[in-house]
């Protein structure tokens, strides 16, 4: 019985023979190496040979009919590596038949594992036909292979490859594997792998996001292939790129399909296979190169640029899964959940450097700055294995930045990657923190373009047109966002400083009720609302709102944001001559933390409320600290010792010091989205030229404080420059314009509480004037 049940598993043709069972191809008693599928289809073919097999009913027996597959293409991998296995071809067949639009034959005699024969044979055993037959046949033979030649003449044309203007969508895999690992997991790989290519660009996060909530869709929906398609036409985007990941048999089978987003026609197919599961993500790496060629990028590109999976992320599906989960929370608005994600993703695999960069961002969006420093450093000591893309990304965006290496970077990153806007958004941000505010305007501008669905774009290329006091494009730009990336929480601390700009209070008021339903964004509003208040002189308000401020950003986990905003409230008693309460409030929560700002502002609180020189052990502190730090470097330090060189009695040291923060001084240091140090180098040598008598150079240093509003905005010390102003034309005997500078202080502090000593001082030299 075994002998009988053995034979009938062997099946015979030519040279070879077909172990069924054991699921093997030999020639000459020699296996031949053949993959599963197309295995499968030679022993349905066998079993009925001389007959027309359907495509369908291959289709049937090979695919099941819940399987996310492209079958025709599929079907053809197929039967082209059944032909190359046995010696066959397709315009002359001695195995295999194609009939156009039916399905296939097996011409060949098939024999059993018992020598007997297993159907009619159309191949070499038939009678040789008559003369007039031989005619027809090769006239149908002639006109087939001009119509298979013309097919793929005409295929070839309809071919869509992508161009350096097209974008892609990516959605998310069809799993049908029961796996739960594999859910987001090769989505992320996927991205990875697609964003390694100069050629190819993908939508952002924040884009699908922005495009989904426009749909009336959750921001965590599963991008199915018809949302996918859907945001792939809302983007105006031209490919929707799906796949799928079935288990048949003991083996895993993958596919990716890329589709016309407006007629789903199929633009390119590939598809791998892998009997282990931890080899999924190699698999992965090999049917993602194999799409970017058909998709139109070069060979050498492909090549150049392909690291593989495992190395540019992780080789641990369940670390790539929690990374991937970790970004789509992050753009649902979810940071904490999107923190946590980001640390079990470390936990699971120590060596992941983009979940520590992913960590980093999160910590940064916080303003933690020791934490995101930490994090992002680790992310930079790894970035060694990572594929191109990424060891650049991280390299352009590190922090705390050496400005002009990170520049360096990105830069590169900008010439090979033409079509990534992240290199151009973090080029913006370095020159706005260089004070090049043109240079930052055409990078974000060229970001906006790359990426136009992206909120956060749109939020630093309106602050940079405001930052020109070019506050009306601004306006317009922040209206433009709301219309084309979504009323994200992003656009509303913007849209507030252009309503300040403009002397807008309805707005401003307006903005201040729109984040207090906003979680994400609420205490930054209220900490503006807090310099506002103090810039018209209401410090009792603005004591109030710094509180709530702070104590909003505890409850949300921002430890050092909240430590800023209570510095910056006591920053302000001081320059207003509240020393006491200044030192009152430092003393409370003094040293509890500490950051790159923070460490800053507490040193300059010390240096306008102490006396004996308390500034400057953490003044030299930060020096230490901070050595490869650009923005401590040429602007944070040279302010610190110039104003305890003014503590000295040493004006013109003070104006010495700080010619290294001339070319930087009307930048943004601040690594936040609070920028509340703005401008201090400028405020603190108007200072050193008043305390040297030189009333004209002090007047100039002020003028230049009213003269950019937009960078200034609602700080302290743009309200104190008009006061300043006044000074310096009294020193020079100016008393007309003197007087106009002391009532445009006057006229802004007219409800100012009264108690403030600053003003006191402010009526009593006003009084003199006239």
């Not at 009925?48 to 079907?75: I, K």
């Not at 969508?169 to 100069?198: A, C, H, K, W, Y």
């Not at 490919?239 to 048949?248: D, R, V, Y």
């Not at 590939?270 to 190699?282: G, M, R, Y």
Request: glycine share 8%; hydrophobic share 40%; charged share 25%.
């Amino acid at each position: 019985m075994a002998l009988e049940v053995r034979s009938r598993s062997i099946l015979r043709f030519g040279v070879f023979e077909v172990d069924v069972r054991a699921g093997e191809l030999r020639k000459h008693g020699v296996r031949i190496k053949l993959q599963e599928q197309p295995f499968h289809v030679l022993t349905v073919l066998l079993q009925r040979p001389g007959e027309v097999v359907t495509r369908e009913e291959l289709r049937s027996q090979n695919w099941p009919a819940d399987t996310f597959v492209d079958f025709d293409n599929s079907l053809n991998t197929a039967i082209n590596k059944l032909r190359e296995a046995l010696g066959d071809f397709a315009d002359n067949p001695r195995f295999i038949e194609t009939l156009p639009r039916r399905g296939y034959r097996f011409i060949a005699p098939v024999t059993g594992g018992d020598r007997t024969a297993r159907g009619a044979s159309l191949g070499p055993g038939v009678a040789a036909p008559s003369s007039s037959r031989k005619v027809v046949v090769a006239v149908a033979v002639v006109v087939l292979a001009g119509g298979i030649v013309g097919d793929i003449a005409w295929r070839s044309r309809q071919a869509r490859r992508l161009t350096d203007r097209d974008t892609i969508v990516v959605g998310d895999f069809i799993n049908s594997t029961g796996d739960p690992v594999f859910d987001g997991t090769l989505r992320e790989g996927l991205s990875v792998q697609l964003e390694q290519s100069p050629f190819l660009s993908l939508v952002s996060e924040e884009g699908i996001h922005q495009t989904l909530r426009m749909m009336g869709q959750q921001a965590n929906v599963r991008l199915t292939p018809g949302i996918t398609r859907e945001v792939c036409q809302r983007t105006s985007s031209t490919t929707a790129m799906t796949g799928s990941i079935a288990l048949i048999g003991t083996k895993y089978n993958l596919i990716l399909k890329a589709v016309n987003c407006v007629n789903g026609d199929l633009l390119a197919s590939t598809e791998a296979q892998t009997s282990n599961k931890s080899q999924v993500l190699d698999a992965l790496s090999k049917a993602a190169s194999e799409m970017r060629s058909k998709l139109g990028e070069s060979l050498s590109t492909v090549q150049k640029y392909n690291t593989a999976l495992e190395q540019a992320t992780t080789p641990s599906l369940e670390a790539l899964q929690a990374y991937s989960l970790g970004f789509k929370t992050m753009g649902g608005g979810d940071t904490a959940a999107a923190l946590a994600l980001f640390q079990r993703a470390t936990q699971l695999d120590r060596n992941f450097a983009m979940a520590y960069w992913g960590s980093s961002l999160v910590y940064g969006n916080l303003g933690e700055s020791l934490l995101t420093i930490e994090n992002h450093t680790r992310a930079f000591q790894l970035r060694e294995s990572l594929s191109e893309r990424e060891k650049l990304t991280i390299e352009c965006d590190h922090f705390p930045p050496d400005i002009m290496a990170a520049r360096r970077s990105c830069k590169l990153g900008e010439q090979i990657f033409p079509r990534e806007p992240f290199f151009h958004l973090d080029l913006g941000v370095y020159s706005n923190v260089l004070g090049q505010y043109e240079e930052g305007l055409k990078e974000y501008q060229e970001a906006v373009r790359l990426a136009p669905g992206t909120a956060f774009y749109y939020r630093n290329l309106a602050l940079t047109y405001l930052l020109l006091n070019r506050a009306e494009e601004a306006a317009a730009l922040a209206e433009e966002a709301r219309a084309k990336a979504g009323d994200s929480d992003f656009l509303v601390p913007i849209r507030y400083g252009i309503a300040f700009y403009r002397n807008d209070s309805a707005a401003m008021a307006r903005e201040a009720t729109d984040a207090e339903k906003r979680p994400g964004v609420v205490d930054l509003l209220l900490a503006m609302e807090a310099d506002t208040a103090a810039y018209f002189g209401h410090m009792g308000d603005a004591r109030e709102l710094s509180r709530r401020a702070a104590e909003s950003a505890d409850r949300s986990g921002g430890k050092e944001t909240a430590a800023i905003y209570n510095t910056v409230s006591a920053l302000r008693e001081a320059l207003f001559g509240n020393v006491r309460r200044a030192r009152q409030q430092l003393v409370n929560w003094k040293g509890r933390h500490a950051g790159h700002d923070l460490d800053y502002g507490i040193a300059l609180l010390l240096a306008y409320a102490a006396e004996g020189g308390e500034a400057r052990a953490p003044t030299e502190n930060l020096a230490r600290m901070y050595a490869d730090d650009s923005i401590i470097q040429f602007n944070y330090l040279p302010t610190l010792r110039a104003k305890l060189a003014l503590g000295r009695a040493k004006p013109q040291d003070a104006v010495e010091i700080l010619r290294a923060a001339a070319p930087y001084e009307l930048g943004l240091p601040a690594l936040g989205f609070y920028n509340w140090p703005n401008l201090y180098p400028v405020y603190v040598r108007g200072e050193a030229y008043l305390a040297a008598h030189q009333g004209r150079g002090a007047a100039a240093e002020f003028q230049k404080i009213l003269d950019h509003r937009g960078i200034v905005l609602n700080e302290p010390i743009g309200a104190l420059a008009h006061l300043q102003l006044g000074r310096s034309y009294a020193m020079q005997g100016d008393a007309a314009k003197a007087r106009a500078a002391y009532q445009d202080f006057l006229s802004l502090w007219k409800g100012a509480d009264p108690d403030i000593p600053i003003l006191r001082e402010a009526q009593a030299e006003y009084a003199k004037l006239k």
